[in-house]
């Protein structure tokens, strides 16, 4: 099985349930930040995006907030399901200004029925 | 459409040995990325490039040598494995800068004796 993911945060849902994953950020000039999902033994996946003139984007099921007073960075997931099961990291970076994104280590979302 | 296709998905490799790992995207973008992903840490770059004919260093270059002599395709090489490389490896593409989503593939898995 995929060994990744070793000692990470987990957090337990239920099945319905709303989920809120949260990610620090360490640079302030940071202007863009992602969020994916890696389900075991695959690639991330690209979940949501927002940059940093922006508080709030939702998508399917899935809301960012982005709160810059405090550099944190939060993924809500609606009605969690089973297939929502997974890793999630954020990323970040200094947008047009760099060729890198800086990766979160990630949180483990685990949802039982 | 494919996305970003990784090759192999898996090799176990002797120390010393060489080989190379290919990654191709067929989504025309300009951007490509390799990372390695180890239990407990974020994704860490090893190099990049930003269009046909161009590589960069990343985070941990020391021991890789990439490739990039068609846009659709980023080769990784190990010239001399070692057991600190062994990893997931996954590569990544995207339109541009930093500003935009990095969509990856689903990796190769790794293993130095």
């Known amino acids: 099985g995929e060994s990744v993911g070793l000692h990470l945060p987990t957090l337990s849902v239920q099945e319905g349930d709303n989920s809120i994953i949260n990610c620090a950020y360490s640079?302030?000039?940071?202007?863009?930040f992602i969020w994916y999902k890696q389900e075991s033994g695959k690639g991330p996946q690209f979940i949501i995006d927002?940059?940093?003139?922006?508080d709030k984007r939702q998508g399917q099921r899935v809301t960012v907030l982005l709160n810059k007073t405090v550099k944190h960075l939060s993924l809500q997931i609606a009605a969690t399901q089973p297939g929502d099961s997974a890793v999630y990291f954020c990323?970040?970076?200094?947008?047009?200004?760099?060729?890198?994104?800086?990766f979160g280590t990630g949180t483990r979302l685990q949802v039982f029925p | 459409n494919a996305g970003v296709t990784q090759t192999p998905k898996f090799r176990v490799l002797k120390t010393g040995q060489s080989m190379t790992l290919l990654c191709a995207q067929d989504?025309?973008?300009?951007?490509m990325y390799w990372y390695r992903q180890d239990p407990g840490m974020g994704l860490r770059l090893i190099h990049y490039?930003?269009?046909?004919?161009?590589?960069a260093k990343g985070e941990v270059p020391d021991g890789y040598n990439v490739s990039r002599l068609k846009k659709q395709n980023f080769l990784l090489g190990l010239e001399s494995a070692a057991p600190s490389q062994t990893s997931v490896y996954f590569c990544?593409?995207?339109?541009?800068?930093?500003?935009?989503?990095?969509?990856f593939g689903d990796g190769t898995r790794l293993s130095i004796l």
């Open positions: 990544a593409s995207s339109r541009g800068r930093a500003d935009q989503p990095q969509h």
């Open positions: 640079n302030s000039a940071s202007d863009y």
């Open positions: 927002i940059r940093s003139n922006m």
């Open positions: 990323a970040e970076s200094m947008g047009l200004w760099t060729d890198k994104l800086i």
């Open positions: 989504m025309n973008h300009e951007y």
């Open positions: 490039s930003v269009g046909e004919g161009t590589t």
